[in-house]
């Protein structure tokens, strides 16, 4: 499947205007190119929604287990609120699945990546945050609004939390896009990337808190988890916002948390991508 490809009417002046309006055209064009797999759309739906029942009650049968309700500090509508989001977030934040820049350099066609304007790097995170604007309105929402039918929810109490939680989803997008990234990119090296995307899926799952919430860890053990890798930024760190389990402070600080590793991920792409650019070869040219 080719990239993301989209054109925007010549400027007289190229400034910042002219790269914000080619970036909203290749986040539009990244919009309508997900928004043709219907079919795709409602079966992730209805898969998503089934594993929600049972996240769920596995969360909440650990709570009663513990005969006091809580588990690692989070209550039983805190855990609802947790899988139900989560089970939204998953497609939003599109942790798996992603392997066309690893396709593209296998093929070859990643040259004509790099003679267009744009590059790669941008290319493809307009093209992501164009997917993920999708799957907020087809994935994220039906899963949060099928919860509370089923399930006592938490619901935020605090004004900020909402607002917080979409700055802290975002940032979630661009972190995972960017560790999708760099996984894609070891193709420039290894051209079969099968193994780094097998590990990458099995620790991603574990890391970011997709199976468990990461404070069920030992304190010191999820404390280093989130603070040495940028996994946890991608999923438990929006939905501990979400639920408020922690202070007003502190979910500021989880946000800080994400914008620093958004910025190094982010670098860490360019970098990749302008150190494999001066090794790589194609045949013909």
């Known amino acids: ?25 290749i986040s539009g064009a ?20 089934v594993f929600g029942f049972l996240r769920c009650y596995v969360l909440l049968a650990v709570a009663t287990g513990t005969g006091t309700g809580l588990a690692a500090g989070y209550t039983r509508e805190q855990l609802a609120t947790f899988v139900w989001a989560g089970q939204g977030m998953l497609a939003v934040i599109g942790i798996w699945g992603w392997t066309e820049l690893a396709d ?16 790669p790097v941008t290319n493809y995170l307009a093209g992501d945050l164009g997917r993920a604007g999708y799957a907020v309105l087809t994935r994220f929402v039906p899963p949060v609004l099928t919860g509370p039918i089923f399930f006592d929810v938490h619901l935020p109490a ?16 661009v972190i995972c896009f960017g560790c999708r990234f760099l996984v894609n990119a070891t193709a420039y090296w290894l051209h079969d990337v099968r193994g780094v995307t097998t590990l990458w899926t099995l620790g991603s799952g574990v890391l970011a808190g997709l199976y468990f919430p990461l404070r069920f860890l030992p304190d010191w053990l999820w404390g280093t988890i989130w603070l040495a890798t940028p996994l946890p930024s991608v999923m438990q760190a929006p939905l501990d916002v979400l639920v408020e389990r922690d ?10 948390v994400q914008l620093g590793w958004a ?19 194609v045949q013909g040219g």
Not at 104 to 119: H, N, Y
Not at 247 to 256: A, D, K, N, T
């Open 158 to 173: 605090r004004w900020q939390t909402v607002p917080l939680f979409a700055v802290s989803m975002l940032l979630a997008v």
């Open 263 to 281: 910025a190094v991920v982010l670098a860490g792409c360019r970098l990749v991508q302008r150190r494999a650019e001066r090794r790589l070869v």
């Open 1 to 25: 499947m080719d990239s993301v490809t989209a054109t925007t009417r010549a400027a007289r002046h190229p400034n910042v205007v002219l790269k914000l309006r080619t970036f909203a055209a």
């Open 247 to 256: 202070p007003g402070p502190v979910q500021l600080g989880i946000v800080g």
């Open 30 to 49: 990244g919009f309508r190119r997900y928004s043709t797999y219907r079919q795709a759309t409602v079966a992730g739906l209805f898969t998503n929604t």
């Open 104 to 119: 593209r350099i296998r093929t070859g066609d990643v040259v004509s990546d790099l003679l267009r304007p744009v590059d």
